[in-house]
């Protein structure tokens, strides 16, 4: 029998970042995520983007790693119009499959108070899927310019209590 990959999460540090920009450039996932910055590959505005997630005393940002290495990033903030905690979470397209998602996010959620809430597009069936194996329930759908795809997409609201 194989054994699992060893999957961790860390404080994401300022040393991280190339690694995580890098793992947003891609295509397939930008269009995946759907709801990702009008320019990915806008370096400028993804380093202004981390600054203001460092200062922020709500947000908790963890770089997840497997075996070692940056797959990329889960984090949880207060959505300034529900003000609920909400989370997010990215993982390179060069693991998906592999349950890596589905275990940084457990992780993460062992250390986080409930409810929390977290959202995907309604047609991105393995984010979907990771949220329900998570626990989390669908409470609501909403409508949304997704930047990723230039059109209104539905995005599916979810709760984990």
């Known amino acids: 029998m194989v054994e699992p990959h060893v ?12 690694e ?3 793992i947003q450039l891609d295509p397939e ?3 995946m995520a759907a709801f990702t910055p009008e320019d990915p ?3 400028a505005a993804f380093d202004a983007h981390w600054r ?3 200062a922020r005393e709500d947000v908790d940002s963890r770089t997840v790693r497997c075996d070692g290495r940056i797959v990329g990033s889960v984090s949880r903030w207060i959505d300034a119009e529900s003000r609920q905690p909400e ?3 990215w993982i390179d397209r060069s693991e998906w499959g592999r349950g890596i998602a589905t275990r940084a996010v457990r992780l993460f959620l062992d250390s986080q108070p409930r409810p929390v809430r977290a959202r995907a597009a309604a047609d ?15 409470v609501g759908r909403d409508r949304g ?8 997409i539905d995005e599916i609201e979810f709760e984990l209590r």
Request: glycine share 4%.
């Open 124 to 138: 991105n069936a393995a984010s979907v899927a990771v949220l329900g194996k998570l626990g989390f329930v669908e």
């Open 52 to 54: 203001r997630l460092f």
């Open 7 to 18: 999957v961790t999460l860390r404080a994401t540090r300022a040393d991280d970042l190339d």
């Open 41 to 43: 590959s806008d370096r």
């Open 87 to 89: 989370i997010t979470y």
């Open 29 to 31: 996932a930008n269009r």
């Open 145 to 152: 310019y997704a930047n990723a795809r230039r059109a209104e």
């Open 20 to 22: 995580l920009f890098r």
